[in-house]
């Protein structure tokens, strides 16, 4: 099992940037695919980036690409997500998420999130 804490939120003015971290405690966290997920004020939780195991692959949404960074450090089993550009429609909380895939079956944790506002 892995626990996961968020931090990094606030409030930011349109344009600003912000770097959200997850820390992972618990069992061996280079095992786990990473991601971040967000959910808008009455909105359905929608995927934002994730990365690979090794790091070695990244994947994002439409809506952040090219705005977004997700990266990891296997060593202080952390993830982050660096947001820049910031716009008011990437108010949200976000959620962080780890995926075990053992061969049949996947496992998958979930941080309570932090909460990002973005001012226009």
């Known amino acids: 099992q892995v626990q996961l804490g968020e931090s990094g939120g606030g409030l930011v003015q349109a344009g600003g940037s912000l770097r959200l971290s997850c820390a992972a405690s618990?069992?061996?966290?280079?095992?786990?695919?990473m991601g971040w997920f967000r959910q808008a004020p009455e909105k359905e939780l929608v995927f934002v980036a994730a990365i690979s195991r090794n790091g070695g692959s990244t994947n994002y949404a439409d809506s952040v690409k090219g705005r977004a960074t997700i990266s990891r450090d296997n060593a202080k089993n952390t993830v982050y997500l660096q947001l820049n550009s910031l716009k008011p429609e990437d108010t949200a909380v976000y959620y962080c998420?780890?995926?075990?895939?053992?061969?049949?079956?996947?496992?998958?944790?979930w941080g309570q999130g932090t909460q990002v506002t973005v001012s226009s």
């Open positions: 618990g069992e061996t966290f280079s095992t786990y695919a």
């Open positions: 998420n780890a995926l075990y895939s053992g061969g049949s079956y996947q496992i998958a944790y």
